[in-house]
């Protein structure tokens, strides 16, 4: 069965770190890409970064260069390292991946960034 669990989110002041992780179930980790999305109050859903099962990695323009996305095998956890964070990172961060056209998703993890 397929399952997405995210952790790590919290209350954070500009200019903080957080790293959130995405620990996967159901034989998933090593056969599809897994990504990151995020929603914030009243917008849509929209695409953070995501990693292919060989390491390549892609962004939204608004993170790069503060967010790294990065796959540990052995746990078989994604983890989104997020730095430089701004007051516009706030949202509920959801780990995705796509199999054979369907969309899993995990229940979310709340970022707030605040002073």
């Known amino acids: 069965q397929v399952q997405l669990v995210e952790s790590g989110g919290g209350l954070v002041q500009p200019g903080g770190s957080l790293r959130l992780s995405c620990k996967t179930f159901?034989?998933?980790?090593?056969?599809?890409?897994i990504g990151w999305y995020r929603q914030a109050p009243e917008k849509q859903r929209e695409l953070v970064a995501t990693?292919?099962?060989?390491?390549?990695?892609n962004y939204a323009d608004s993170v790069k260069g503060r967010f790294t996305i990065s796959r540990d095998n052995a746990k078989y956890t994604v983890y989104l390292q997020m730095n430089s964070l701004k007051p516009e990172d706030t949202a509920a961060y959801y780990c995705?991946?796509?199999?054979?056209?369907?969309?899993?998703w995990g229940e979310g993890t709340l970022v707030t960034v605040s002073p």
């Open positions: 995705n991946t796509r199999i054979y056209g369907t969309d899993f």
């Open positions: 990693i292919t099962t060989t390491d390549s990695t």
């Open positions: 159901g034989g998933i980790f090593s056969r599809y890409t």
